[in-house]
């Protein structure tokens, strides 16, 4: 079957790093997407990585490795805006999303 | 980037009554849009994918006659709840693949959403 998984909810420090994981088992991949929700709210889009590496974007980053069906979400220098969830999706042969649950990311002063 | 719009952004409606949700591409033509339902604190669920022009196509365990998508134009999509119950009060979500969005043509785009209190 076709499986997302990354950790249910994470902490830390406004001005700090954090790393969200996220793993895949798909029927094919064309393409990973990382998703920002806040509370109540769509889900925004944040980046789109479909070959191996390292994509930067401002604060947010986004790795791909697809020979390990894995990717990380690197937010750096944490702004108490950054609370949200963040969900990972997977495209997959059939051009459609399969979403993870999504990561609770909560930001302390 | 790419805007989608959504209406109504809330809808309280009595039991038994039918509801439409309006979901526009404002900037692109969507050949095809979808549409998601989110309950409290899980994930996005994927309901139907509908195409311009063509019948829309439906996930597993989703009614077709009870939520009735129409995909009249490029730029427009409806959701219509219909004889909505208590249990269909939810976070309803659209969002459109833009295709001329270069590299990020596999984009979805989301509207704001829907959320829908049935009494």
């Known amino acids: 079957g076709q499986n997302i998984d990354q950790p249910t909810e994470m902490t830390a420090t406004e001005g700090a790093i954090v790393q969200i994981n996220c793993t895949y088992q798909?029927?094919?991949?064309?393409?990973l997407f990382w998703y920002q929700q806040h509370a109540g709210e769509a889900p925004t889009f944040l980046s789109y990585?479909?070959l191996d590496g390292l994509e930067e974007k401002g604060r947010f980053s986004s790795f791909l490795s697809r020979s390990k069906g894995y990717s990380y979400l690197l937010l750096k220098e944490l702004q108490m805006k950054d609370s949200a969830s963040y969900l990972c999706?997977?495209?997959?042969?059939?051009?459609?999303?399969?979403w993870g649950a999504g990561t609770k990311l909560i930001i302390k002063p | 980037g790419a805007v989608v719009s959504q209406h109504p952004s809330w809808v309280i409606c009595k039991s038994g009554t039918s509801v439409k949700i309006e979901c526009r591409s404002l900037?692109?033509?969507?050949?095809?849009m979808f549409w998601y339902r989110q309950f409290p604190k899980q994930s996005l669920m994927l309901m139907a994918t509908?195409?311009?022009?063509?019948?829309?196509?439906?996930e597993q365990g989703v009614e077709k006659d009870k939520f009735l998508i129409n995909h009249a134009s490029l730029t427009l999509s409806t959701l219509t709840v219909t004889s909505a119950h208590p249990e269909d009060s939810s976070f309803y979500i659209c969002?459109?693949?833009?295709?001329?969005?270069?590299?990020?043509?596999?984009?979805?785009?989301f509207g704001p959403g829907t959320r829908l209190l049935v009494l």
């Open positions: 969002s459109a693949r833009d295709p001329g969005g270069g590299s990020f043509q596999e984009t979805q785009y």
């Open positions: 900037d692109f033509q969507a050949t095809t």
């Open positions: 509908s195409n311009e022009g063509s019948k829309a196509t439906y």
């Open positions: 798909t029927s094919g991949f064309n393409g």
């Open positions: 990585n479909v």
């Open positions: 999706a997977v495209m997959d042969s059939n051009y459609q999303l399969i």
